[in-house]
């Protein structure tokens, strides 16, 4: 268990469709990733924050946007759903913003959109 | 944010040492090396991290040659379940905003009995 919490584990919807998927980082850890990972791809970064502000943007679609909240969770709304956005999205948290700490990665939200 | 190339597969046996390469040509001088393992449909785990020479810990060691253009991760003695994508991420430590976490495609290590 790396202590990252993401919420739901499931979710199906249909395209059109708004969801939002929910991360709480290990305690203590106040940078959160955000990365989607489709069938047989690697982990494409999406955005970072670090202490509710945003710190890095990666190839996030317009129609998907974040945000950390002060009790350090995080959230990652994903607006007209496609089927190409069908995938696993995992969260990460680390105890700094750069890559000198290890970062711990949550068990995913695997995304199925019908 | 230096990119880095690692070979997309390889296939190993049980008992047997297995090193994967990962070339960085552009690493800049404040960047580390860190390497993650991912099993199917779980998040990626951290394995080692490095700046210089060798690294040791309980699951792999990590050798970076003087020039950091390459890093070698070892993992000794592999079984059946060390099958899994291996990452190796190439970054900034100083916080910037290129300090962010980047994975390319990996490398799909296969241990057979």
């Known amino acids: 268990d790396s202590g990252v919490t993401q919420t739901p584990k499931h979710l199906i919807t249909a395209t059109g469709q708004r969801v939002t998927l929910r991360c709480s980082p290990r305690?203590?850890?106040?940078?959160v990733y955000w990365y989607q990972q489709s069938l047989d791809q690697g982990l494409q970064f999406l955005i970072q924050?670090?202490?509710?502000?945003?710190?890095a943007k990666g190839n996030i679609l317009e129609r998907f946007s974040a945000q950390q909240f002060p009790d350090l969770h995080s959230e990652l709304n994903l607006s007209s759903l496609e089927l190409g956005d069908s995938a696993l999205y995992f969260c990460?948290?680390?105890?700094?913003?750069?890559?000198?700490?290890?970062?711990?990665f949550g068990q995913g939200t695997r995304l199925t959109v019908v | 944010l230096a990119k880095t190339t690692q070979p997309i597969s390889m296939d190993s046996y049980e008992g047997q040492e297995v090193n994967i390469t990962c070339s960085h040509n552009?690493?800049?001088?404040?960047?580390?090396i860190t390497w993650y393992q991912q099993f199917p449909s779980q998040g990626p785990r951290f394995i080692i991290q490095?700046?210089?020479t060798k690294v040791t810990n309980e699951v792999a060691s990590l050798f970076i040659p003087a020039d950091r253009k390459s890093s070698t991760l070892s993992l000794p003695r592999v079984s059946l379940s060390d099958t899994a994508v291996y990452y190796c991420?190439?970054?900034?430590?100083?916080?910037?905003?290129?300090?962010?976490?980047?994975f390319g495609k990996g490398t799909k290590l296969s241990v057979k009995p």
């Open positions: 990460a948290s680390s105890v700094a913003m750069d890559l000198n700490t290890e970062a711990f």
């Open positions: 305690s203590g850890d106040l940078s």
């Open positions: 924050y670090y202490n509710g502000e945003e710190r």
């Open positions: 552009n690493i800049a001088t404040n960047d580390y």
């Open positions: 490095g700046y210089k």
């Open positions: 991420l190439v970054g900034a430590g100083d916080g910037g905003s290129q300090g962010n976490l980047i």
